[in-house]
């Protein structure tokens, strides 16, 4: 006897061996044998061969008349041999029974199965609708392998152009569009970037690095929203002619300085920052603006700015003009300039000059500086502020001293990024240069002056906060941001609150508000402030800036890294020296580049080799690169070695993720020893001397 049954949703027939109960022992035609339950079996039959049957079943399947055996079931549920005997008009063969269940059971959009051997003949809506959706999947197959025809032939199709963007970084992988791409790529062996570039969907690697950017973090575009530009409030003029210190790119100038002899001989020194806070309230559309960016965003050759720019040029502190500005005025006794009062203002203040780095660098040096030489606009001023910034280095490296950290590396070189018309000029510059130096030091006092101020009147802002931490090193070490005093190790003071950057920070800006409440309303600043003790908002907003920081951060130093590219490809590089940073890790001398070289020899921190750079890619931001010799006695200042391991644990935690590697060994770079870091995280106006380019590279932390 031999048996049709089903087993595992399959049709299958053999010859029976045994029966034991409700059970059957069956022989397959391979030879294999396999126990099948009494309610599994459909048909028994002596003849013909099972293999035989299930040959002629297929047979007779691919014969039946799908439409008319729908229209002879009816509308009331069957066992499969009534419809047969209806079918085929006499009692079934085995062949025939078995070709039925095969077709009943492969034609589910006309049978819905209710059971063993019973099925139920869909509705007529229903199976319309379902023969209307196979319809329309074989078209869109015709058009998928259209789509894929033109990719292969790097041809952008047109229906595909306006999803460039959403198939490259958030598709629906559903979609006929992408599984054309998909296939495409599989085809080519490519992936979708460079398919993309290939078929002109995209113009550059650099605008797929940009286009991510933005299709993640601004994905209702770039434009502002509509707002109104406020009014200039109604100020007191200051009796000053102050001055700013920027670099040639900076737009948006946060910071001036003035200097006042006083007729007691001592010296007034005001810190003059732009005042948005003056102007835009909290909740207002031009805060929620603000809000959304939470900063400007920075890379080379261009920005995204936080504001918009008819807001920012009416707060800007542009030369010729009397600005809206908060000061905080230092009276020092220049005999040991000692700070004697502190005293902060809202007023206007006319600006004499926007000095810049790049005119200045040349003339305004320690050498020039100590002699008196040289001839530069406000150079007495410059000088004066330069004794004073001196004295407030040494005061901060005695609190870094007292906390038990090692006085911050100033001997290291930053880098500065200058594109012209996709043409890349990466510059060197020494860090802690005077100019650097002086508007350092200011933006730490003012930031630590003015931490204090919000502290002293029971009013909460955001801080900076480093040290005093559990775990390891790096954990102990690692910055926070919270909303209440706390010391920051890495600069050595006992506060530090952003407030330098209004025009580009909302951390800034929202500490304004609460420095101007402190400075007009005193003891009642705490029921006055825009943001109360324990506001939940304001832990909002550093979680959200806390993100959104992050990733501009990320962003600049994955462009900076492209430019990087860029700049090899320009000099047709193919040779060049490097440092070592930490085992493989190593960073070329003249860009800012860091690469993994795998296999390595293991020299010591600051060796300088010659590498052949085999090749890079600037889609994914790679370099290969083989190492041909030590250059004898060439070391670079990297910091102390007996400090690599806790400096460089971050470096050695990442080593198998390449992107992860470059970022920390870029950190690694300008922060080598963990008690020689200042945290770089000094206020953006402050990174002249920390990061170089004050506009160029706000973000590096």
């Known amino acids: 006897m031999n048996l049709f049954f089903e087993e595992s949703g399959d049709f299958k027939a053999g010859v029976m061996m045994s029966q034991a109960g409700e059970a059957y022992q069956v022989e397959m035609q391979s030879g294999k044998r396999t126990k099948v339950k009494a309610r599994d079996v459909l048909l028994q039959f002596a003849s013909p061969a099972p293999q035989d049957m299930i040959a002629a079943a297929k047979i007779i399947c691919d014969e039946i008349d799908l439409e008319f055996l729908w229209e002879v079931a009816g509308e009331e549920e069957f066992g499969f041999a009534e419809l047969g005997a209806e079918y085929f008009g006499h009692a079934l063969q085995p062949d025939e029974a078995a070709g039925l269940l095969f077709c009943l059971h492969s034609s589910p959009i006309y049978f819905y199965k209710k059971g063993k051997g019973r099925y139920k003949a869909a509705p007529e809506t229903s199976l319309k609708a379902a023969q209307a959706g196979i319809e329309k999947k074989k078209q869109q197959a015709v058009i998928q392998a259209g789509y894929v025809d033109q990719l292969k032939q790097n041809q952008l199709p047109e229906a595909l152009r306006p999803l ?110 732009a005042a948005p806070a003056l102007g835009i309230k909290r909740d207002d559309a031009i805060d929620a603006i603000a809000r959304a960016r939470m900063s400007t965003v920075y890379m080379p050759g261009d920005k995204i700015t936080m504001l918009p720019d008819d807001l920012v040029q009416s707060f800007t502190l542009a030369e010729g003009k009397t600005c809206p500005a908060v000061s905080l005025y230092a009276t020092l006794d220049p005999a040991d300039w000692s700070v004697i009062k502190t005293e902060t203002r809202a007023e206007a203040v006319p600006i004499a000059a926007n000095l810049r780095h790049n005119d200045l660098d040349a003339y305004v040096t320690e050498e020039h500086l100590a002699a008196g030489t040289g001839d530069y606009p406000h150079k007495a001023d410059i000088a004066l502020i330069w004794q004073w910034a001196l004295v407030l280095e040494q005061g901060r490296m005695a609190k870094r001293e007292s906390f038990g950290l090692r006085p911050e590396q100033n001997n290291r070189v930053d880098f500065n ?5 996709d043409v890349v000029t990466i510059a060197k510059r020494k860090r802690g240069a005077p100019l650097d130096k002086l508007v350092a030091e200011l933006m730490i006092f003012a930031n630590s002056t003015w931490g204090k101020l919000m502290n002293d009147s029971g009013v909460p802002g955001i801080y900076r906060a480093q040290g005093g931490g559990s775990g390891g090193w790096a954990t102990k070490m690692a910055v926070r941001m919270v909303t209440h005093a706390a010391p920051h190790q890495g600069l050595g003071v006992d506060q530090y609150a952003w407030s330098t950057s209004p025009l580009r920070r909302y951390t800034d800006l929202v500490n304004q508000w609460q420095i101007l409440a402190c400075v007009e309303h005193g003891i009642t600043a705490p029921l006055v402030a825009p943001f109360k003790p324990r506001d939940a908002d304001l832990f909002a907003i550093v979680s959200a800036f806390d993100g959104a920081y992050g990733a501009y951060g990320e962003f600049q130093s994955n462009m900076e890294r492209y ?88 470096i050695e935690a990442a080593a198998t993720e390449e992107a992860a590697v470059v970022a920390e060994a870029e950190a690694a770079t300008f922060a080598p020893q963990p008690e020689a870091n200042v945290d770089t995280d000094v206020d953006a106006d402050a990174d002249t001397a920390r990061d170089a380019a004050v506009d160029a590279t706000p973000l590096t932390d």
């Open 417 to 421: 990024f200058y594109v012209d018309d």
């Open 164 to 273: 460039v963007l959403q198939l490259l970084f958030k598709p629906d992988k559903n979609s006929i569009e992408y599984k054309a791409l998909d296939a495409a790529c599989s085809e080519l062996q490519t992936t979708p970037p460079r398919l993309m570039l290939a078929c002109g969907g995209l113009d550059s690697p650099k605008q797929l690095h940009f286009s991510r950017f933005l299709f993640e973090q601004f994905p209702k575009g770039l434009a502002f929203p509509p707002f109104t530009i406020p009014a200039a409030p109604k100020l007191p003029v200051a009796d000053v002619q102050a001055f700013s210190i920027d670099d040639v790119t900076t737009t948006e100038i946060d910071d001036a300085f003035s200097v006042t002899t006083l007729a007691d001989g001592m010296v007034r020194i005001g810190i003059h920052i």
């Open 563 to 650: 430019w990087c590219l860029r700049w090899l490809g320009q000099q047709e590089a193919t040779r060049v020296e490097a440092v070592v940073l930490k085992d493989e890790i190593l960073r070329l001398v003249d860009i800012p580049l860091v690469i993994k070289l795998p296999g390595m020899q293991s020299l010591p921190r600051g060796s300088q080799v010659v590498l052949d750079l085999a090749r890079w890619d600037e889609i994914d931001l790679s370099v290969e690169a083989r190492l041909i010799e030590v250059v004898p006695s060439a070391v670079e200042a990297l910091g102390d070695e007996e400090d690599d391991d806790s400096a460089d644990a971050e």
